[in-house]
T-cell receptor
């Protein structure tokens, strides 16, 4: 079972470059999210989507764009990479909102991004 | 004040010990509560949801105190394999998937 698949697993970018982090899930989940994890900060929500064609901003959206053209895919675009975007990025999905008791958010294995 | 606060630890305990972690949250209207486990350089995985009445799953017990706005995780008979970071997670809103994560509490179980 693939679950949530993120690519690439590692990436080094130069300041100013752009790139897209890919996220795909094969569980037919409506809810998808992107988080970044930094030391001492915990995971912080960047953008999320409650279904195809619907996206919204999370806590730290600046410098990132998302789109949700299909249920399966939720790519995260870095427009002009900055050293402050060096982080570990996780994509997550769930079938229903996690306000529904015992709903699990499934995470991809993460993308470790370094911006130099 | 952070929305979800945890003691970062580390908690170093011997095998067989009982250890407890607490987590406080600031939004009194928060809807759902979870403990996730994250191994080093891996993705978070759900350990257990936290029910209002408290719940148990084997050696793990989770409790919610809405009046004081904290949740707790108790691990009995600690195993070496329990060594990980435990993330307190809260969803403060209805009909969204906007999880708020604590910074995590690191547990190290030694022989």
């Amino acid at each position: 079972n693939a679950g949530v698949t993120q690519t690439p697993k590692f990436q080094v970018l130069k300041t100013g470059q752009s790139m897209t982090l890919q996220c795909a899930q094969d569980m037919n989940h409506e809810y998808m999210s992107w988080y970044r994890q930094d030391p001492g900060m915990g995971l912080r929500l960047i953008h999320y989507s409650v279904g195809a064609g619907i996206t919204d901003q999370g806590e730290v959206p600046n410098g990132y764009n998302v789109s949700r053209s299909t249920t399966e895919d939720f790519p995260l675009r870095l427009l002009s990479a900055a050293p402050s975007q060096t982080s570990v990025y996780f994509c997550a999905s769930s079938s229903v909102p996690t306000t529904v008791m015992n709903t699990e958010a499934f995470f991809g294995q993460g993308t470790r991004l370094t911006v130099v | 004040r952070k929305e979800v606060e945890q003691d970062p630890g580390p908690f170093n305990v011997p095998e067989g010990a009982t250890v407890a972690f607490n987590c406080t949250y600031s939004n009194s209207a928060s809807q759902s509560f979870f403990w996730y486990r994250q191994d080093c350089r891996k993705e978070p995985k759900l350990l257990m949801s936290v029910y209002s009445s408290g719940n148990e799953d084997g050696r793990f017990t989770a409790q919610l105190n809405r009046a004081s706005q904290y949740i707790s995780l108790l691990i009995r008979d600690s195993k070496l394999s329990d060594s990980a970071t435990y993330l307190c997670v809260v969803n403060p809103l209805r009909n969204t998937d906007k999880l708020i994560f604590g910074t995590g509490t690191r547990l190290q179980v030694f022989p």
